[in-house]
């Protein structure tokens, strides 16, 4: 199914979204306000991370910039995934260095001593962004919000910081699973809670990042991430707005996450597109998935790599992106041409017309 031309970027996103073919492939960038632009450099030198993300002009602004610099199809409102962990009451520092929690959650008392908090009151300057950016592009731009995945918010909030190694979570995992399924239940429901306000503040999607859920073996993603991840999309209940899963890692996953209730899933660069399309059909669109580090090489590399991930999925059901965030070294330029290539390759290759896969994908 084909939209009509000169469709808005909000209905091109959409309907690539719910698994159909626009006339152009969207595109936008994970962690595209971030520290490979000028403008957002210039703010924290002023402010840190936590001011702009909890000062709704400062939020919008910077989830504004590369909107105008890269003429991205979608605005991911400037926040970061353990908001949700502060509001339930612990202590939370973002430096340069990484985010860190106070006070891990590591028995029955601290998972009972988590707050039921009111995301309009409490992260209502996530909201208040959304409105502002929503207010400043128009109606017809996308905003995303988003929040982590149950999972991968139990994993910061049981290690207090994480680069990967995730030591006391899996003991816990293994020693207590019951504490563990309680704790992911009520992240479960404070963050369907969370990201219901960001679509009723005017978000058109919301992600759900799953930092962490390759970590896991599939039995074991099946038994706590997933289950924990398939309660929070049913409670947040987003109708048409499409829900967008992202599993770092999770090429092993794939079956698990099509159970999820996500209508999208975005993929990092080790999975292959035309395998995922195969293994979870056609009725889930999928995001992705150029390498982030692709974008510190050539433009011409770039341009091979967008027509790659095109080609692979045929245009259809697709919303290209990187694999992971942009990296804070990738020149401006490379960004831009990153976006211009799909746009370029959308044009003058209509996506039905893009090579069929190899027998060896078949």
């Known amino acids: 199914m084909r939209t009509a031309n000169r469709s808005s970027k909000k209905d091109i996103f959409l309907s690539a979204a719910r698994g159909e073919q626009p006339e152009r492939v969207p595109v936008w960038i994970m962690r595209q306000a971030g520290r490979y632009l000028p403008g957002y450099q210039k703010i924290r030198r002023q402010h840190s991370f936590l001011e702009v993300a909890k000062t709704p002009e400062l939020a919008a602004e910077v989830s504004l910039e590369p909107y105008k610099v890269l003429d991205v199809d979608a605005i991911i409102v400037f926040s970061d995934i353990l908001i949700v962990a502060e509001a339930m009451g612990v202590p939370l520092e973002i430096n340069d260095d990484g985010p860190r929690l106070g006070n891990p959650v590591r028995d029955w008392n601290a998972v009972e001593a988590l707050k039921e908090f009111d995301p309009d009151r409490e992260t209502r300057f996530v909201g208040d962004a959304i ?179 095109i080609t692979k999925t045929q245009g259809t059901g697709h919303i290209l992106n990187l694999g992971h965030g942009i990296l804070p070294t990738t020149p401006v330029e490379h960004a831009q041409a990153f976006v211009h290539a799909a746009r370029e390759f959308s044009h003058a290759t209509p996506p039905q017309a893009a090579a069929a896969p190899s027998a060896s994908e078949r």
């Open 131 to 309: 409105r502002a950016i929503a207010r400043a592009a128009g109606p017809d731009v996308p905003v995303l919000g988003f929040a982590a995945a149950p999972w991968t918010l139990a994993c910061y909030l049981i290690e207090g910081r994480t680069r990967g190694e995730l030591p006391t979570i899996k003991r816990i995992m293994y020693a207590d699973p019951a504490l563990l399924h309680a704790l992911l239940e009520k992240i479960a429901h404070a963050t369907a809670r969370y990201l219901k306000m960001q679509l009723d503040a005017g978000a058109a999607a919301v992600q759900i990042f799953d930092t962490w859920a390759g970590e896991l073996s599939l039995d074991n993603y099946e038994v706590f991430g997933l289950r924990a991840t398939q309660k929070l999309i049913v409670e947040l209940n987003a109708g048409a707005a499409p829900v967008i899963l992202y599993a770092k890692n999770g090429t092993h996953l794939l079956a698990a996450l099509a159970r999820s209730g996500a209508s999208v899933l975005s993929v990092d660069w080790r999975t292959d597109l035309a395998e995922a399309r195969r293994k979870i059909g056609a009725k889930i669109a999928l995001q992705g998935n150029v390498d982030p580090a692709m974008l510190l090489s050539t433009q011409e590399n770039i341009q091979r790599a967008v027509r790659e991930a």
